[in-house]
């Protein structure tokens, strides 16, 4: 159920970690070595964290993964990508994906975009 106080996104990531806690309950050292790996592999190396987030919200678009969708144009945001830097990765995404990956990418990541600089404090 969403907070009074949330927006949308933040109910979604929310719901997410949530639901990552219980799954750790259950399974806590898949959990984490999923955390270890996933760290590791969006590390700054010979590309940018702003280059990885950007790769893994195209690669959520064209999964049609709504959850990673919105995770990942957070990092993009936390990373300091443009408006346009994101959108052109949707464009990517998109070229590969077709009609349902534009789709997620003109309502959803840019509903999120909107949420998540509109309300940075």
Same mark, same amino acid.
């Given at each position: 159920?969403?907070? $009074?106080?949330?927006?949308?996104? =933040?109910? +979604?990531?929310?719901? +997410?970690? &949530?639901?990552? %806690?219980?799954?750790?309950?259950?399974?806590? &050292?898949?959990?984490? $070595?999923?955390? $270890?790996?996933?760290? &590791? @592999?969006?590390?700054?190396?010979?590309?940018?964290?702003?280059?990885? =987030?950007?790769? #893994?919200? %195209?690669?959520?678009?064209?999964? $049609?993964?709504? +959850?990673?969708?919105?995770?990942?144009?957070?990092? @993009?945001?936390? =990373? %300091? #990508?443009?408006?346009?830097?994101?959108?052109?990765?949707?464009?990517? #995404?998109?070229?590969?994906?077709? %009609?349902? #990956?534009?789709? =997620?990418?003109?309502?959803?990541?840019?509903?999120? +975009?909107?949420?998540?600089?509109?309300?940075?404090?």
């Amino acid at each position: 159920m969403q907070d $009074q106080n949330m927006t949308w996104t =933040q109910t +979604y990531l929310h719901d +997410y970690k &949530e639901g990552m %806690g219980v799954f750790a309950e259950h399974m806590p &050292e898949v959990a984490r $070595q999923f955390s $270890q790996f996933s760290q &590791e @592999c969006f590390k700054a190396g010979e590309l940018s964290q702003k280059d990885k =987030q950007l790769m #893994a919200l %195209g690669i959520s678009i064209v999964a $049609q993964d709504e +959850y990673c969708m919105i995770y990942h144009t957070k990092g @993009c945001v936390d =990373q %300091g #990508a443009s408006e346009k830097e994101i959108l052109e990765a949707c464009g990517v #995404a998109a070229a590969f994906g077709g %009609g349902a #990956a534009l789709s =997620q990418a003109v309502t959803l990541v840019q509903d999120a +975009y909107s949420d998540l600089t509109n309300n940075i404090n």
